[in-house]
């Protein structure tokens, strides 16, 4: 059984860090590029950051250079999302995404996401 876990989310002061962890489980995670997601109210889903499967690539969308970092240890199944500097307009859910290297979105995997609110 597929599962994508993250945690790590809640409530910070603008400025401020949090490290999201997502967990995956069910499926060769090493065959698989990562990439967190976000979903702000009324807004459409947007890709944040991504990795690929051996981590010699990484993106992300402008707005989160320089503050966001995107990691991945394949030894223990796990993607995480480093947040420094943190905005207001940083506030959404943040969800994980598992999709294989090779295959695309014929193999393509979401976690139940986790909510990130930065306000003073």
């Known amino acids: 059984q597929v599962q994508l876990v993250e945690s790590g989310g809640g409530l910070v002061q603008p400025g401020g860090s949090l490290r999201l962890s997502c967990a995956a489980s069910g499926f060769a995670f090493g065959a698989y590029d990562m990439s967190w997601h976000r979903q702000a109210p009324g807004q459409e889903r947007e890709l944040v950051a991504v990795i690929t499967s051996a981590g010699g690539r990484i993106n992300y969308v402008d707005s989160v250079k320089d503050r966001f970092t995107i990691s991945r240890d394949n030894a223990k199944s796990t993607v995480f999302l480093q947040m420094n500097s943190l905005k207001p307009e940083d506030t959404a859910v943040y969800y994980c995404?598992?999709?294989?290297?090779?295959?695309?979105?014929?193999?393509?995997?979401w976690g139940q996401g986790t909510q990130v609110t930065v306000s003073s």
């Open positions: 995404n598992a999709q294989h290297a090779l295959w695309g979105p014929k193999r393509n995997y």
